[in-house]
């Protein structure tokens, strides 16, 4: 998601989402950032890194574990073929009192103390 002056960020649609609803799984943070980028004109990122972000917020102790789902059948999944389907669906909620926190607005800063470096710059 582009960053500019007035452009909200991926970790701030993920507080306004868990804002709006109790709790929510990764897939469903991911399905509404998606939305509100492509809904704005913005090419939403993709799932690949969607999941260590969440990670990122967790270990700032911005978002907690809310609850844990097993997870019956997973659809798509190939047998043999791809990694071992997952056996639980988490929940996260906001930590409300961390809602105001300057880390939703870089979490890689917050947790590293410097903005991610670009791959394939050399200097």
Not at 44 to 52: A, I, K, L, S, V
Request: aromatic share 12%; charged share 35%; hydrophobic share 30%.
């Amino acid at each position: 998601m582009p960053r500019g002056f007035g452009v909200i960020g991926t970790g701030e649609l993920i507080r306004e989402y868990l804002s709006k609803v109790d709790m929510g799984s990764v897939m469903q943070m991911f399905r509404y950032v998606k939305a509100r980028c492509k809904a704005e004109g913005y090419r939403p990122g993709t799932w690949r890194y969607f999941p260590d972000y969440v990670r990122r917020l967790e270990r700032l102790g911005l978002i907690v574990e809310a609850r844990r789902e097993r997870i019956r059948k997973f659809r798509g999944q190939l047998q043999g073929a791809t990694p071992p389907q997952p056996s639980h669906r988490v929940y996260y909620r906001l930590v409300r009192e961390r809602r105001d926190d300057l880390a939703w607005l870089n979490p890689q800063k917050a947790l590293y103390g410097r903005k991610r470096k670009k791959k394939g710059k050399a200097k």
